[in-house]
Nanobody
Framework: QVQLVESGGGLVQPGGSLKLSCAVS????????MRWYRQAPGKERELVAR???????NYGDSVKGRFTISRDTGKNTVFLQMNSLTPEDTAGYYC??????????WGTGTLVTVSS
């Protein structure tokens, strides 16, 4: 069973930065793609960023230019660098690994709170 463990969340002031990590028990290059999602209380889950097996990156409109997804295939870890954070970025952030369209694995999430 593949396990994903997120870390790096916490409390940050508006305008600040955080870097999230997602450690994967499997080989990340075996997945079609790795994604970060987020979900705020009372809101729907939102795709934040995705990196494909080939390294192509795409981002949700609300984070373009501020967030960057990256990976370290040697350490089977995916990262999300978040800059210029605003209170609207407050949410639980979840790592997702897509083996194929029918099989996805999820982490338990890490909470990001942006507040002064």
């Amino acid at each position: 069973q593949v396990q994903l463990v997120e870390s790096g969340g916490g409390l940050v002031q508006p305008g600040g930065s955080l870097k999230l990590s997602c450690a994967v028990s499997g080989t990340i290059s075996s997945f079609n793609g790795m994604r970060w999602y987020r979900q705020a209380p009372g809101k729907e889950r939102e795709l934040v960023a995705r990196i494909s097996r080939g390294g192509f990156r795409n981002y949700g409109d609300s984070v373009k230019g501020r967030f960057t997804i990256s990976r370290d295939t040697g350490k089977n870890t995916v990262f999300l660098q978040m800059n210029s954070l605003t209170p609207e970025d407050t949410a639980g952030y979840y790592c997702n690994a897509e083996l194929n369209p029918a099989v996805n694995y999820w982490g338990t999430g890490t909470l990001v709170t942006v507040s002064s």
